[in-house]
């Protein structure tokens, strides 16, 4: 069977990352696995669910027209740090 079309998820970027921790049910852990195995059937690369966890809430989050409606308003700030130069790049006093 080929799922390379259904899935919402391509392949994964490699992207630095920060660690969140939260906790869900465990009826979505469990969807969380299968959706890994799928992509991992798909795509030819086994991979973690915390590894997708980030790119399905960015997924979600793009094409949430409430949520980009209101980011013209006021930028993340995910996004601002991410154009904003390292801590330890920024001239000392």
């Given amino acids: 069977m080929n799922t390379t079309?259904?899935?919402r998820l391509g392949p994964l970027p490699k992207l630095e990352s920060t660690k969140l921790t939260f906790a869900c049910p465990?009826?979505?852990k469990q969807d969380l696995d299968r959706y890994?195995?799928?992509h991992a059937q798909a795509y030819?690369?086994?991979v973690d669910v915390t590894t997708l966890i980030p790119h399905m809430l960015e997924?979600?989050?793009a094409g949430d027209r409430g949520f980009r409606r209101g980011a013209h308003a006021t930028q993340s700030?995910?996004?601002a740090a991410a154009t904003s130069p390292p801590v330890d790049?920024?001239?000392r006093p």
């Fill in 5 to 7: 079309k259904k899935l």
């Fill in 26 to 28: 465990v009826s979505l």
């Fill in 36 to 38: 890994a195995a799928l």
């Fill in 44 to 46: 030819g690369e086994a």
């Fill in 59 to 61: 997924a979600f989050m």
């Fill in 77 to 79: 700030p995910g996004r």
């Fill in 89 to 91: 790049s920024l001239p």
